[in-house]
Nanobody, 120 residues
């Protein structure tokens, strides 16, 4: 009922930039929070940044000052601008969204993931 489609990953040199996008589609009533998680090989999935329904944004300490999350509510899209990328940012990045379906039940959805690779 809710699909998340991500784009914008790729290969970049250390110090470079990438911009990720994630668009939600389907039959839902509203989206509350949208954000990004990442999972590196052999590690657990971790929160990178989230844009809440209240308009605030939260970041992992490791990306503060380098990554910026933004949201276009009219397009049900969340973006993440990633600057000053480091090799340790290499991971599969997953979009996540939660909200309400038209039935007023909640949803919690993941995107398929997009690979970000930062070379040293």
């Amino acid at each position: 009922q809710v699909q998340l489609v991500e784009s914008g990953g790729g290969l970049v040199q250390a110090g470079g930039s990438l911009r990720l996008s994630c668009t939600a589609s389907g039959t839902f009533f509203s989206i509350l929070d949208m954000g990004w998680y990442r999972q590196a090989p052999g590690k657990q999935r971790e929160l990178v940044a989230v844009f809440t329904s209240g308009g605030s944004s939260n970041y992992a300490d490791s990306v503060k000052g380098r990554f910026t999350i933004s949201r276009d509510g009219t397009k049900n899209t969340v973006y993440m601008q990633m600057n000053s990328l480091k090799p340790e940012d290499t991971a599969v990045y997953y979009c996540n969204a939660n909200g309400l379906l038209r039935s007023m039940s909640t949803f919690y959805q993941w995107g398929q993931g997009t690979q970000v690779t930062v070379s040293s």
